[in-house]
């Protein structure tokens, strides 16, 4: 964990539970593409830093889910580099509590304000300052959070944050977080279409074929969408829904899953209710959904 793995030109990843793109143009100066989960996650960074005798000039964040912001903080504070992002992340990275709250859908209670799921604050400076490194282009990739992104580097490596999970996840719990279904379908017909010489998910093997991965991706989407349809032939409550989610892939509820995955089943609601494939009814002050 936390090795440095050259790809191709000066384009680096680091391995770490979200992998963790370098960018070095000049062999003294890097650019991180996001830092890790949290301070000690810094820490082991700016080792690689040190051992290879580079300054880091930023880090450019793909989104602001505390796994890939957590070492924002602690970099910022020991080398004064500038932090990096876009649109509600740019908020979110600025105010962490905004992570937690979201997920749970109130002010979050203490099981819920931890590292995994709130960053320590950082300053943070949007992706249309005049500092940001121009040859970096950046790639719009929602679906899985708000206004997440990916970066292409000069050569031509794509890292494509969170918007593919690892068959090895997928086997084991089934769906990964997703925040909007529709844009997350929209964002893995492009990633299927992207030429590049590389690409790095962040929680992914890095390959030249990205393509097979989409598709893997595209049909778990598909298959957690066909069970909820499945399940709601009655009328069922969102809480009765992810019971039976649970229930059916043998996962165990934590306190996590239940506002990350219990959040990832009320978005595929949303998604089937704008596409007019269930119905919502109230009955004895309930909210339940039936498939149409």
């Known amino acids: 964990m936390f090795e440095l793995t050259a790809l191709t030109g000066k384009t680096y990843y680091i391995e770490s539970p979200a992998k963790i793109g370098v960018w070095c143009p000049d062999g003294a100066h890097a650019w991180f593409i996001d830092s890790g989960n949290d301070k000690d996650a810094g820490r082991k960074l700016r080792q690689i830093l040190e051992q290879q005798g580079w300054q880091l000039q930023g880090i450019l964040n793909t989104h602001s889910n505390a796994d890939h912001i957590g070492g924002n903080q602690y970099l910022q504070r020991q080398t004064g580099c500038r932090v990096y992002a876009g649109g509600l992340e740019k908020a979110f990275s600025s105010y ?16 819920l304000r931890h590292k ?41 490596v794509v890292f494509l944050a969170d918007c593919l999970n ?23 017909d ?23 991965l989409v598709q893997y991706n595209r049909q778990k989407v598909q298959e957690i969408a066909d069970l909820i349809l499945q399940l709601c032939q009655a009328p069922l409550s969102w809480d009765d829904i992810l019971q ?37 009814l109230i009955k004895a002050n309930r909210l339940l959904w039936q498939a149409v």
């Open 166 to 188: 690892s068959r090895a996840i997928l086997d084991k719990y089934a769906l990964g977080y997703i925040y909007d279904v529709q844009a997350y379908l929209d964002t893995l």
């Open 96 to 111: 962490p509590i905004l992570e937690p709250s979201f997920l749970y859908g109130g002010y979050p209670m203490k099981d």
């Open 116 to 156: 995994f799921l709130m960053a320590k604050e950082s300053h943070v400076t949007d992706f249309s300052d005049p500092s940001f490194p121009q040859d970096i282009e950046i790639i719009p990739l929602p679906g899985h959070f708000f206004h997440m992104v990916g970066f292409r580097t000069p050569d031509n």
């Open 244 to 280: 039976s989610v649970f229930d059916y892939y043998h996962l165990t509820l934590t306190v996590e899953q239940y506002v990350l995955i219990g959040n990832t089943i009320r978005s595929f609601l949303s998604w089937l209710r704008d596409t007019d494939r269930v119905t919502i």
């Open 190 to 212: 492009k990633v299927e279409t992207m030429e590049a010489d590389w690409f790095v998910p962040a929680h992914a093997e890095a390959v030249q074929n990205i393509r097979p």
